[in-house]
């Protein structure tokens, strides 16, 4: 009977060490550098990381179009505040693929504010549960984040993207007045508490505190 027993414990652990790994797998990576080359580019300048990126992204003109040149700042600055919060090759993909996921949400797909900021919460609650997927050289089963990882994260988002909801709206816009931009909206998030409860079945330690209840209009009128 006991011997039954331990087999039962057995593959009931067998069971939950299959599921982590199948659940590490959906943490979100950046598909346009491999980790190689971003374990290379954390290791360079400033200017070196901007070459780089205009190449991976495919930029032609940053220097003259508007459009290109919001772009290449967007992800130089994700690729900078990696390199600076010491962040490994493989959770600087996933910082990058936020970035881009977000971004996409709102010039592809015309997201709304609360639903990008709730499919953040989602990637980031995965990142912050379970580990990266096992290699040879990574046998570790830590999460890809830990909690102080996650707080810098969330007030990077916050104030990379987040604060500035109506400016990147108006990258997918055709018409470039809309970028210049006759009024200016902006979306503040503040609060001396980073991290609260944002739905109900994440976790209190993944999102940004009155995310919702913090949100400020700027206009500026500018003649074109």
Avoid at 154 to 177: H, V
Wanted: charged share 25%.
């Amino acid at each position: 009977m006991s011997g039954e027993r331990r087999r039962a414990a057995k593959e009931k652990l067998n069971d939950v060490d299959t599921r982590t790994k199948e659940e590490a797998v959906s943490c979100l990576q950046w598909d346009v550098m491999s980790l190689e080359q971003l374990e290379g580019a954390l290791g360079k300048s400033e200017e070196e990381m901007q070459v780089l990126l205009s190449e991976q992204l495919g930029l032609t003109s940053p220097h003259l179009c508007m459009r290109e040149a919001a772009l290449l700042h967007y992800y130089l600055q994700g690729l900078i505040w990696s390199r600076d919060a010491h962040l490994s090759p493989l959770q600087t993909s996933f910082t990058m693929a936020v970035l881009h996921t977000l971004l996409h949400n709102i010039t592809d797909k015309n997201t709304d504010f609360v639903n990008n900021v709730l499919e953040f919460a989602k990637s980031l609650a995965i990142a912050c549960q379970c580990p990266p997927a096992l290699t040879p050289t990574n046998d570790s089963l830590k999460p890809l984040l830990n909690t102080e990882d996650a707080e810098k994260l969330i007030r990077f988002i916050s104030e990379s993207l987040f604060q500035k909801y109506q400016l990147f709206r108006a990258l997918g816009s055709t018409q470039d007045e809309l970028l210049l931009g006759s009024q200016e909206s902006v979306d503040v998030l503040w609060s001396q508490d980073a991290m609260t409860v944002l739905e109900e079945g994440i976790s209190t330690h993944l999102v940004p505190h009155n995310t919702f209840n913090q949100q400020h209009d700027v206009s500026d009128d500018t003649d074109l």
